[in-house]
Every structure is written in C-alpha cells, then in structure tokens.
C-alpha cells in the first residue's frame, strides 16, 4: 500500500509540473490577432482574400463555411509571418459564408466566426443554359469542372460547375483567349489570339480518286489561320498573371512567332507548342510549274522567354515531289490541330488534312505510324475518323478523339484500344452525337474520371457530358464557340483549399 501510495504522489508531482509546463506554453504561445480585413479581388462575386495581421509571427489558416449548404473547408496554412493574404476560392454568387482565422500552433487560437455574403453573378457571366428543357445532371461531371475561352473580345476563361454556374473567371483586354490547359505545376498555360484571321480557302477540297464533293475540307492560309496565337501567358489559379510572352517581340522569324491549335507544358517548365513552318517548293498548277512559298506544321520547343529550343517539321519527312494533292493542299496540307504527349514521351498528333494521327519520334523526328484512313493500322472502314481534333489517351490507355465527320455531317466520339506492336485497333468507344451537335471545325472529347465524357461541340456552343453509350446526362449552350471543354479536378486546388466534409 505505500509503494502504491508513493507511486500515486510521483504521478501526481508530474502530472502538476507538466500541466504548469503546458500552461506556460500555453500562455508565452498566446498570439494576438490585431486585424482581420476581407477583399474581393477584381471585384468577383467567386473569390474573396482575408488579409490577416498578427501581434507576433505565427502561421495561420482559414476556416469558411457555405452557410446554406453547412459545406466546410480550410484554406492552406499561410507560413509563419506577422502579415498574411489567403484566399478563398471558388466561391458561390450571391451566397452566405462564416469564416474564422486559425492561428496554427500547439494550441490553436482561433477568431470570432464572422459572415459574409458574396456579390450576386455580372449579368455576363450568368449560365442560361439550365433548365427542364436541357439534361443538367449535376453529378455527371463529378466533382470539378469545365474550363472555357472566349477568343473573342474581351477574352477571357471561365470554369462552370454542375450546377450551371460560372465559379473561376479571369479576363484579359485586348486579345482573345483561343485555348487553355492545366500545366504540371498546377497553373493555367494560354494561347492569346490576336482579333485578326488570315485568308481562309473554306471549299478547297482534293481531287483524283477523292474526288467526291463530299470531300470538302476548310482549309488555311498563313500562320495563324483558323486558330493560331500570338502569344501565350501563365495564370495562377487565385487569377494571377505570373508572366505574358508576345512571340512578335521576341522573335524575329515570322516562323516562330505563331503558335497554332495546340501546346503543353511538359514537367521541367518547356512549351512543346504546333506551329506554321514555310517551305520553298515547286509544283504544278493548271500544267504550269510555280515556285511557291507553302506553310506547313510542325513543333517547336520554347521557354517561358520565346527561346527556340527545338523545331520539328513535316516537311523535312515528306515526299513532295510525287505528292498529288500538293496544288491542291500546299498551303494547308497536313492541318495539324492536336498535340499530346505519348505514354513513352514521344508526340502524337492529329493531322486532319489526312484524316489521321501521326506518333512521331520526339528526338529523331521519325513518323513511326499513321493511324487512320490510308495508315499502318488494320481497321474497318466504318471506324474511319475526318478532320479529326483533340486527340489524347485515357485513364484506361483508350486513343481517344474528337471525330468532326466532314463525310458523313454527323460528328462523333470515338476511342480505340491500339496495339502498337502488331497494328492493330478495336474500336471501344463510339458515340454518333445527335445531327443538330454537327461540328465541322474545332470540338474536343475527354474522358471523365467517373467515366462519362466531356464533349464540346465547338461550332454549336455546346457542352456535353454523355456516358459511354452515347446517353446525354449534362448540357450546357453557350453563346460563343468553344474551341475546347476542358476538366479541371477538384484536386486541382488541393494547394489553395480542401474540403472538410
């Protein structure tokens, strides 16, 4: 019993001289919020900032609810300083929220909860599209969003929920925004398209043995054509421009100061980007020899500055001389409009003139295949794709793309499982979308995390989300063509906030 007694009393002493311990922690810990000030950043109803000043450095988060839903969220911890910004993103219009600041020590010191109500949505920006006239299955997206540009006056990008409503919006004056994607380091890379367009040939169509005039293919002239950009910039996802690269300024060969349809960013920060090489050719016209100066396609590799580190172009791999269609097609005749990177880090590209995608070798610029019409793959007429855009592979490994159907008016989906090896392709995805969805320039399809498809039917304005079987579960009209529908993840955000229930 005194044994027992004796180890009670040490238990006790040590239990007396931590708590004081932890009390002086406690209170030499104790910080003092001195202001907390909320700011709408360019003056949207979506995103607010709460700028924080403390009495002593400490690092900090923020607590923020939407009241009538009770959904919660933390934003990420701001490191310790006596001033912090962090901001709220991804906000609801004319929506209720509580927020609290959380000072993120040992013993978390946390603010009066404090409410704010959002600005109701710019008439501008409100989606009309939701209705019972129109599928708008919610969860048919999951749980991101579709990121749309505006490449005419003003351009601008925007991200639209399920819901209908526009939750991301960021604008730039002057340009348009043709296109933009999300880059490995969790930014938002665009092409900025000047409000000008070449000269465009939009009934040259081949002859001889496609002679057909159901054969017509829009066509091109000069750099820029249908689709090309001046200039590319950065934005982080609070809307930030981190930095703007006008190739005019930069370069002085007209060759690389366009970029045309398509880029990315790959992991260590270069742009592989389609652009407008010219060439000096010969060819015969009406049985008379011209010497003419034709645009063709290609990749260039550039840096955030403009610096050219690398070209490729299909030229230099195609047999001009013994070319039928050179007269036809010499200033447009490849009409490359996608560029991916393959699982093995070579390109594929989407080459519509030829109704084909092409892998090239990205460091001996070697055509390995041509999958399509005409190609090396064994496949069946009626799995034939035209004017083609948006190729890319799926979470299952599908080729998967954005079938224009020039031939047949009536565009499609289709995804192919490829075995490169033995050249073959088994069709696995094959949606024929409704007649008045018919495409004939432009158009993207995605495969969806949760399975179901993203589609734009850029020409028509609108947006889709269909399951595999062709099903319409989601729609969206737009007033302008998207040139593009692109997801963007909730986990996209994961560095700014993250749910809390």
Same mark, same amino acid.
């Given at each position: 019993?005194?044994?027992?007694?004796?180890?009670?009393?040490?238990?006790?002493?040590?239990?007396?001289?931590?708590?004081?311990?932890?009390?002086?922690? #406690?209170?030499?810990?104790?910080?003092? &919020?001195?202001?907390?000030?909320?700011?709408?950043?360019?003056?949207?109803?979506?995103?607010?900032?709460?700028?924080?000043?403390?009495?002593?450095?400490?690092?900090? #988060?923020?607590?923020?609810?939407?009241?009538?839903?009770?959904?919660? !969220?933390?934003?990420?911890?701001?490191?310790?300083?006596?001033?912090?910004?962090?901001?709220?993103?991804?906000?609801?219009?004319?929506?209720?929220?509580?927020?609290?600041?959380?000072?993120?020590?040992?013993?978390?010191?946390?603010?009066? =909860?404090?409410?704010?109500?959002?600005?109701?949505?710019?008439?501008?920006?409100?989606?009309?599209?939701?209705?019972?006239?129109?599928?708008?299955?919610?969860?048919?997206?999951?749980?991101?969003?579709?990121?749309?540009?505006?490449?005419?006056?003003?351009? #601008?990008?925007?991200?639209?929920?399920?819901?209908?409503?526009?939750?991301? #919006?960021?604008?730039?004056?002057? &340009?348009?925004?043709?296109?933009?994607?999300?880059?490995?380091?969790?930014?938002?890379?665009?092409?900025?398209?000047?409000?000008?367009?070449?000269?465009?040939?939009?009934?040259?169509?081949?002859?001889?043995?496609?002679? %057909?005039?159901?054969?017509?293919?829009?066509?091109?002239?000069?750099?820029?054509? !249908?689709?090309?950009?001046?200039?590319?910039?950065?934005?982080?996802?609070?809307?930030?421009?981190?930095?703007?690269?006008?190739?005019?300024?930069?370069?002085?060969?007209?060759?690389?100061?366009?970029?045309?349809?398509?880029?990315?960013?790959?992991?260590?920060?270069?742009?592989?980007?389609?652009?407008?090489?010219?060439?000096?050719?010969?060819?015969?016209?009406?049985?008379?020899?011209?010497?003419?100066?034709?645009?063709?396609?290609?990749?260039?590799?550039?840096?955030?500055?403009?610096?050219?580190?690398?070209?490729?172009?299909?030229?230099?791999?195609?047999?001009?001389?013994?070319?039928?269609?050179?007269?036809?097609?010499?200033?447009?005749?490849?009409?490359?409009?996608?560029?991916?990177?393959?699982?093995?880090?070579?390109?594929?590209?989407?080459?519509?003139?030829?109704?084909?995608?092409?892998?090239?070798?990205?460091?001996?610029?070697? &055509?390995?295949?041509?999958?399509?019409?005409?190609? %090396? !793959?064994?496949?069946?007429?009626? %799995?034939?794709?035209?004017?083609?855009?948006?190729?890319?592979?799926?979470?299952?490994?599908?080729?998967?793309?954005?079938?224009?159907?020039?031939?047949?008016?009536?565009?499609?989906?289709?995804?192919?499982?490829? %075995?490169?090896?033995?050249?073959?392709?088994?069709?696995?995805?094959?949606?024929?979308?409704?007649?008045?969805?018919?495409?004939?320039?432009?158009? =993207?399809?995605?495969?969806?995390?949760?399975?179901?498809?993203?589609?734009?039917?850029?020409?028509?304005?609108? &947006?889709?989300?269909?399951?595999?079987?062709?099903?319409?579960?989601?729609?969206?009209?737009?007033?302008?063509?998207?040139?593009?529908?692109?997801?963007?993840?909730?986990?996209?955000?994961?560095?700014?906030?993250?749910?809390?229930?």
């Amino acid at each position: 019993m005194k044994r027992k007694n004796i180890i009670i009393s040490v238990v006790a002493a040590i239990l007396v001289v931590l708590s004081a311990v932890l009390g002086t922690i #406690y209170y030499q810990g104790r910080n003092r &919020i001195v202001s907390i000030v909320l700011t709408s950043p360019n003056n949207t109803a979506m995103y607010s900032r709460v700028a924080v000043q403390l009495a002593k450095p400490a690092p900090i #988060y923020v607590e923020y609810e939407e009241v009538g839903t009770g959904k919660r !969220f933390r934003t990420r911890v701001s490191a310790s300083a006596i001033r912090h910004q962090l901001d709220l993103l991804l906000l609801k219009a004319n929506t209720e929220y509580r927020f609290r600041v959380v000072i993120d020590k040992l013993f978390k010191q946390k603010s009066a =909860s404090e409410s704010f109500t959002t600005a109701k949505q710019a008439s501008w920006l409100v989606n009309h599209w939701l209705g019972d006239s129109r599928p708008h299955d919610a969860s048919a997206l999951g749980d991101g969003m579709v990121l749309v540009c505006n490449a005419r006056l003003p351009g #601008y990008i925007m991200m639209i929920d399920g819901q209908g409503e526009v939750r991301w #919006y960021w604008q730039i004056e002057g &340009i348009g925004v043709r296109s933009a994607i999300l880059t490995p380091r969790g930014t938002i890379l665009a092409m900025l398209r000047p409000f000008s367009r070449d000269v465009r040939d939009s009934t040259t169509h081949v002859s001889g043995n496609v002679a %057909d005039e159901e054969h017509k293919k829009p066509t091109r002239r000069g750099p820029i054509g !249908f689709v090309g950009g001046t200039q590319l910039c950065e934005i982080s996802l609070t809307g930030k421009l981190l930095w703007r690269l006008d190739l005019k300024k930069v370069e002085r060969d007209k060759q690389f100061q366009v970029i045309h349809h398509d880029f990315y960013m790959d992991k260590q920060g270069l742009i592989h980007a389609l652009y407008r090489p010219d060439t000096v050719v010969t060819v015969r016209k009406n049985g008379v020899a011209v010497r003419d100066t034709l645009n063709g396609d290609g990749v260039m590799v550039i840096d955030s500055l403009g610096k050219v580190h690398k070209t490729w172009s299909a030229w230099t791999r195609w047999d001009m001389k013994n070319d039928p269609y050179m007269a036809e097609y010499g200033h447009d005749r490849f009409h490359m409009n996608g560029l991916i990177e393959a699982s093995d880090g070579n390109y594929l590209l989407s080459v519509a003139i030829e109704d084909q995608i092409w892998k090239v070798n990205k460091e001996t610029g070697e &055509i390995m295949w041509k999958f399509g019409k005409k190609g %090396d !793959f064994k496949m069946s007429p009626h %799995d034939y794709f035209s004017f083609q855009h948006t190729p890319n592979i799926t979470k299952d490994g599908e080729l998967l793309l954005f079938d224009n159907g020039l031939y047949t008016k009536r565009s499609a989906v289709r995804g192919f499982k490829i %075995d490169e090896k033995n050249k073959t392709a088994k069709t696995s995805i094959s949606i024929l979308l409704p007649g008045e969805f018919y495409s004939s320039r432009m158009g =993207s399809a995605y495969l969806l995390p949760n399975d179901n498809l993203l589609i734009s039917c850029a020409k028509t304005g609108a &947006i889709l989300v269909t399951n595999r079987k062709g099903d319409i579960l989601w729609q969206s009209m737009l007033y302008f063509a998207p040139y593009r529908a692109v997801y963007v993840p909730q986990s996209a955000w994961k560095s700014y906030f993250v749910p809390l229930n």
